[in-house]
């Protein structure tokens, strides 16, 4: 798992030494990349997720990088567990600093096909429990005084395509939770913004070319390189690329910037 999310480069700062940052979605993929970013930068991380060997695993190798790091078991769907897990976090280091809200899953069927459980699922997942993420971190946030909400949306939040409506109307979503956030927390130093990746090389995005490309009877790699080519800068991501935004999010850098949703996508969103 480390080699899929692990940054290319070496990370020369430690911006966040001393700080605890909380990651949902941080057994793999893109939440996976932010908590290793996060240990390298000197945090304290709290893994969350509810694929619990595969995020146990994660925060050992976070440990590995010379900082305390927990796995929680949360599905973010559950709202008592939720509360629960940042309860947990505060108790353990004595608050919050940085919240990064990763946990999503992907479904996509043609509008007329598309299952009631997989709209009612991709908004659970995808927007509720981003908002319960949010809404659970506000507390800790507002007592610091400072710090960073990050929101994993996507390009699909921003564009769309057929068979996608539960995907896009969830990212989509995430986008105005972000903006809503941002004003409520801009008066107590709290920054709230949102991340829009493009094809990223993950499981997820493997799950998706599984699906969309075997409608077009493509395989997955086959797809994934029609992706590539698609993208003005003709390749996919890799999950640390996603993460150096976020650590950037979350730095003293970043401080004016509040209630926004970049989009990190080789260009897609703009061709």
């Given at each position: 798992?480390?080699?899929?999310?692990?940054?290319?480069?070496?990370?020369?700062?430690?911006?966040?030494?001393?700080?605890?940052?909380?990651?949902?979605?941080?057994?793999?993929?893109?939440?996976?990349?932010?908590?290793?970013?996060?240990?390298?930068?000197?945090?304290?991380?709290?893994?969350?997720?509810?694929?619990?060997?595969?995020?146990?695993?994660?925060?050992?190798?976070?440990?590995?990088?010379?900082?305390?790091?927990?796995?929680?078991?949360?599905?973010?769907?559950?709202?008592?567990?939720?509360?629960?897990?940042f309860a947990a976090v505060a108790e353990r280091w004595g608050g919050?600093?940085?919240?990064?809200?990763?946990?999503?899953?992907?479904?996509?069927?043609?509008?007329?096909?598309?299952?009631?459980?997989?709209?009612?699922?991709?908004?659970?997942?995808?927007?509720?429990?981003?908002?319960?993420?949010?809404?659970?971190?506000?507390?800790?946030?507002?007592?610091?005084?400072?710090?960073?909400?990050?929101?994993?949306?996507?390009?699909?939040?921003?564009?769309?395509?057929?068979?996608?409506?539960?995907?896009?109307?969830?990212?989509?979503?995430?986008?105005?939770?972000?903006?809503?956030?941002?004003?409520?927390?801009?008066?107590?130093?709290?920054?709230?913004?949102?991340?829009?990746?493009?094809?990223?090389?993950?499981?997820?995005?493997?799950?998706?070319?599984?699906?969309?490309?075997?409608?077009?009877?493509?395989?997955?790699?086959?797809?994934?390189?029609?992706?590539?080519?698609?993208?003005?800068?003709?390749?996919?991501?890799?999950?640390?690329?996603?993460?150096?935004?976020?650590?950037?999010?979350?730095?003293?850098?970043?401080?004016?910037?509040?209630?926004?949703?970049?989009?990190?996508?080789?260009?897609?969103?703009?061709?």
């Amino acid at each position: 798992m480390l080699e899929q999310v692990m940054m290319r480069s070496t990370v020369d700062s430690r911006r966040f030494v001393g700080k605890v940052a909380v990651i949902t979605g941080a057994a793999g993929g893109i939440g996976g990349a932010c908590a290793l970013r996060f240990a390298q930068e000197g945090a304290n991380i709290a893994c969350l997720d509810i694929a619990a060997n595969h995020n146990e695993q994660m925060a050992a190798q976070c440990r590995d990088l010379g900082v305390d790091s927990v796995a929680i078991a949360c599905d973010v769907t559950d709202v008592s567990a939720v509360d629960a897990a940042f309860a947990a976090v505060a108790e353990r280091w004595g608050g919050i600093d940085i919240v990064v809200a990763a946990a999503g899953v992907y479904t996509g069927s043609p509008l007329e096909e598309a299952p009631d459980a997989d709209w009612l699922g991709t908004l659970a997942t995808n927007l509720t429990g981003a908002f319960y993420t949010n809404r659970a971190a506000a507390p800790y946030l507002r007592q610091r005084g400072a710090g960073s909400i990050i929101n994993i949306s996507s390009m699909a939040g921003k564009t769309s395509w057929p068979a996608s409506a539960e995907y896009s109307a969830s990212k989509s979503g995430l986008i105005g939770l972000t903006r809503s956030v941002a004003m409520e927390l801009a008066p107590y130093g709290v920054t709230v913004n949102a991340v829009c990746p493009g094809n990223t090389l993950t499981g997820m995005v493997r799950h998706v070319a599984a699906i969309v490309g075997g409608r077009d009877g493509l395989g997955v790699d086959e797809w994934l390189a029609l992706r590539a080519r698609d993208c003005p800068m003709g390749r996919i991501a890799q999950p640390w690329e996603i993460a150096g935004v976020v650590a950037f999010l979350a730095s003293e850098d970043s401080r004016y910037l509040t209630g926004q949703a970049i989009e990190v996508d080789g260009g897609m969103v703009m061709s």
